[in-house]
């Protein structure tokens, strides 16, 4: 078995901690999603807690699931979501502040300042288990595809930052929300893992369509790397059999090419450009002085 040294000096270390995207073929399919997700949900909370709630990503990033918990706010509450057919496993993470202030909202207080941070009550815990069902409804409602994604919450985690859903080094896709005023700093987090993400997000149409136009950019630009071979014809003749039977060192061979004209170079069975020999150090070179206007074929 053959092992492959790599130069330490020549390797680079992948930064976890990084901000990475969504691979260019899906970035439309998932901003469709993002887009109609955010209004939704705020025609939802209306006729839920009749009070507007304005909705707006802020934030959009990969990151390991080991920063990412590093990053949600403490204290937090959180609940599980799975996705799809293949029940994607993902994770809604809300500031517990702005968890209380909107389930306050639901029994009847109105909007404004976030209340200060306490532990819920038996009932405001219940009616956080009704905002995790709405925004996971218009998850569902704002799938870009034919028919809705199927949902399904699971239990509320108060304590998401200690979260074993995914390997602390895997991949995941973290969407940030706020809910409420421009300067109000508290938001929400629906956290996926990115490969599967995007897996899903290529099984719409638009994810699709992107993917086919990707594909063929691709080998667009490979096709432009091939390399094509170049020969360049100093001339030809031809000898009777008999002659050369007889050729030997030291023997000339008069050519058709005259040596005020310059050489044709064949670009497969063409001739595509006339140009010049000529040197470089101790290697010849080929000047181009024209291209051919016809692109013949070659001389017979």
């Not at 469709?32 to 807690?49: C, V």
């Not at 009616?127 to 569902?140: A, D, H």
């Not at 893992?193 to 086919?212: I, S």
Request: aromatic share 6%.
């Amino acid at each position: 078995m053959t092992t492959t040294k790599y130069d330490p000096a020549k390797v680079e270390p992948f930064d976890f901690t990084r901000p990475g995207s969504l691979s260019s073929s899906i970035a439309d399919a998932w901003q469709r999603w993002s887009e109609m997700l955010t209004s939704d949900f705020s025609e939802r909370w209306m006729q839920l807690a009749n009070t507007e709630v304005r909705v707006r990503i802020v934030e959009q990033m990969a990151l390991s699931f080991d920063t990412v918990r590093q990053r949600l706010p403490k204290p937090a509450i959180g609940c599980g979501l799975s996705l799809g057919s293949a029940n994607l496993p993902s994770m809604l993470v809300f500031d517990r502040p702005l968890a209380l202030g909107m389930v306050l909202q639901m029994l009847g207080e109105p909007a404004g300042k976030l209340p200060e941070d306490r532990p819920l009550t038996s009932i405001e815990f219940s009616l956080c288990e009704v905002l995790f069902q709405k925004l996971s409804e218009s998850i569902s409602e704002s799938w870009p595809d034919k028919d809705q994604l199927a949902c399904e919450l699971g239990s509320i985690d108060p304590i998401p930052h200690r979260s074993r859903l995914w390997d602390p080094r895997k991949m995941v896709f973290v969407c940030s929300l706020q809910l409420g005023p421009a300067d109000d700093a508290q938001k929400c987090y629906w956290i996926l893992p990115h490969d599967e993400l995007e897996e899903l997000l290529l099984q719409t149409e638009a994810g699709q369509t992107n993917n086919e136009v990707g594909s063929q950019q691709k080998m667009a630009q490979r096709v432009l790397e091939i390399k094509v071979p170049l020969t360049v014809e100093v001339g030809r003749t031809s000898v009777p059999v008999s002659r050369l039977a007889n050729l030997a060192p030291g023997d000339v061979l008069v050519l058709d090419q005259r040596i005020n004209e310059p050489l044709p170079l064949v670009v497969g069975e063409r001739v595509k450009f006339h140009g010049w020999l000529g040197r470089n150090g101790n290697r010849q070179l080929f000047k181009i002085s024209d291209v051919s206007s016809s692109f013949s074929g070659r001389k017979p």
